[in-house]
């Protein structure tokens, strides 16, 4: 079956520094998003992404994060100056009509 | 402001035992609810999708129900495994082609020997 590939599975950075978190999404979706479960609470919702464009985001995305579709196959979360509170495990998804999602990037922010 | 509240918080049950877990949400304009397994420190697995027009949906010993407008489903698991072993997620979408998941905060099962 097809799936949600993510990359790294960890990450651990130092406060201030930016990370970029990649995902290649399964191949005839349109759909893209990120999610993030910092530990013990809710998966949240970040963004989403279709047509080339961000259609919708969340409180939580602000200017520190960004987003990019820089060829056919990637996708990519850019947290420019990360935070403490950015430590969490981040989701890659796509969707066709059903979301798949990636196995996650657990970032440590030090 | 979509919320989704899912009971039991946990759940522990003997191997072979049949069990339902509830999910109920705030707002009935979705587009489609799915349940999802999370494995710990892992990702989340689809196990099944039920679109708003559905009653119902069925996968091997799993069963997922869809009520709108009462704002509830549930996950039914017949005949327990361990390896059944693991947080469940409800998620609904709301109406839209890119809308965004709200996800409940999960009932955490653990099935004995």
């Known amino acids: 079956e097809p799936e949600v590939t993510q990359t790294p599975s960890h990450q651990v950075t130092q406060m201030g520094q930016e990370v970029i978190l990649r995902c290649v999404p399964i191949?005839?979706?349109?759909?893209f998003y990120w999610y993030r479960q910092i530990l013990g609470q809710k998966v949240e919702f970040l963004v989403s992404f279709y047509n080339n464009e961000i259609s919708e985001k969340s409180e939580i995305f602000d200017d520190q994060f960004s987003v990019e579709r820089p060829d056919g196959s990637n996708f990519t979360l850019k947290i420019r100056s990360t935070k403490l509170e950015d430590s969490a495990m981040y989701f890659c998804a796509s969707k066709l009509e059903k979301l798949f999602f990636g196995s996650g990037t657990q970032l440590s922010v030090l | 402001k979509q919320e989704v509240t899912q009971i039991p918080a946990a759940l522990s049950v003997p191997e072979g035992e049949n069990l339902v877990l509830n999910c109920s949400f705030t707002d009935s304009a979705i587009y489609n609810l799915q349940w999802f397994r999370q494995d710990p420190g892992k990702g989340l697995t689809s196990l099944l999708l039920i679109q708003s027009s559905q009653r119902e949906q069925t996968s091997g010993r799993l069963n997922a129900s869809l009520d709108k407008s009462s704002g509830r489903s549930t996950l039914y698991i017949a005949a327990s495994q361990p390896g059944d072993s693991a947080t469940y997620l409800c998620a609904v979408m709301r109406a839209g082609t890119a809308s965004k998941l709200t996800f409940g905060t999960g009932t955490r099962l653990q099935v004995t020997l």
């Open positions: 191949s005839n979706h349109l759909y």
